[in-house]
């Protein structure tokens, strides 16, 4: 009790006393100096017993609340720093994601969207991309699914926002595409296609014959897509896409299926979606010391550019001089988009590119680091021309390899990542009634950050995989540990594809064709197998 309160208790004893008197409460000829002792008296016990009895509990109730405020208070300043901190973060962090070979699957790329720490989708299926990071597509947009027209103008409209982040690398089953503008006119048949590329393909008037078939236009479309373009499948995908995009309003006809291949790289129609796409892609690209393209780079395609003498010596050049090339054959293509009276078409020399040993052997579209279907090391020249010109890491699609990528860290630092999983789940294909879906569950996010690339996801069987591949040193194959194990080549010609985080194991692979042979180690089991 202060000593306020015991003044204003010591005032209030007279005229209490007066007022008990009055009341006849107590005797009249009670002294107010007795009254006034006994509060003094009651006083001084309660004092004592406030210090010396309960001090805790006195002061615990009195700043109770006080430091209950103070703590929120300071709770508060720590949400906020964090918040600030993790605002800052983002946006520092500069990420690429890499996402290839969708092959218009629209649940495979939601799948990747929906994981993605640096995509999104706003209401209405619009993608987004985080400030300050960046996509790189990697080819193969459609062909195997029910989502060739959503996937490609999902993409495209991203791209019309962030033209400066977003990138398109071409594939094989883009630029063929160029094809249908000039085989798909009225006056033309298949029988007057020329696959020069495969010599073992079935012939059209085979092909129409065995089908019961009319020689007509719709025709042609089916026997291209099955027997030149390797999609047999998406004459009744695309059905299926524009009964969905209708809603489910409108019996999509064979004509309606015809036009729709037609108008997406017609230049003069209303829709040319896929030829959009085309004239947004290129065929290489360089982000710093990464370098994208759709299928590899060997000694046949090391600074090759059709059209160009000699090989060109600086990688950035060479990217250069290739993308000018795609170009340049676009532009023609749309000038001349059918063929003339001699057989002649606009982007010949583009659709040639994107075919099996196009350009001669020298398309980087069709190469690959892959010999019968398991990884091979990076042929020397071709790692040193790389390296010299301040490449550490090669992103690649095209080529299927298992149910998760495939890393190629050579001795020297360099790494090649092999992102193409379309066949990572052929049972799916097999046994449902979607037999263009090769996919599955599966899926693999692939982040570039500037020390690390990182790959996450599901493999076919529904187990979590990962890791965490480092990008800031060169470590020989026998002082890596770790994640850092991922790429390396072990004895029997056995690589380490993926991690299992959740087992602590690491799965390696051998491949033969389109099979591998996989195998589950820990991590010293794998050490004692690096080659």
Known sequence: MDQLSVAFALFLVPVAHHLAQHLNIIDKDFSWVTSTTYVLVFLVFYSLISVFITPEKRTGQQQQQP???????????????????KEVKEVKEKYVEFITDVEGNWDYFTSLVQNSPVLSFEQGWKLKLKENCKLVFGGDVVDKSDGDIRVTKTLLALKKERPNDVFFILGNRDFNKLRFSSELQPNERGSNVDVYWDSKHQKYVDYIAEKK??????????????????????FETRRAELTKISGFSKKVSDEDVLQSFRDSVDPNSSDHWMLDYICAGQLALVLDDCIFIHGGIGTNQLGQVPGVEGTVESVREWVEKLNQFAKDQIEEFKNQPTYTEDRKRGGEKLMDYGVPNGAKGKTVVYANWLADGNCKPVDQDVEQ???????????????????????????????????????????????????ANTRGIAYSNVLIAKDFVKVDGVLADGSKHGFSLSRSSIISPKERRGQNLLGTRLAEDYWVKTYLPQQNIFVVAKGKGFSLDIKEYNEDQVLNLVA
């Open 67 to 85: 430091e209950e405020e103070k703590k929120k208070e300071t709770t508060k300043t720590e949400v906020k720093e964090v918040k600030q901190v």
């Open 213 to 234: 078939l009319e020689d007509n236009s719709v025709s042609t479309l089916k026997w291209m897509l099955q027997k030149t373009m390797g999609c047999p499948e998406t």
């Open 385 to 435: 021309w790389l390296q010299r010109g301040g490449i550490k890491a090669v992103f690649t699609g095209h080529q299927p390899h298992g149910t998760c990528p495939s890393v190629i860290h050579t001795p020297n630092g360099l790494q090649v990542f092999m992102c193409d999983t379309s066949y990572s789940g052929l049972a799916t294909a097999k046994n449902t009634l979607e037999p």
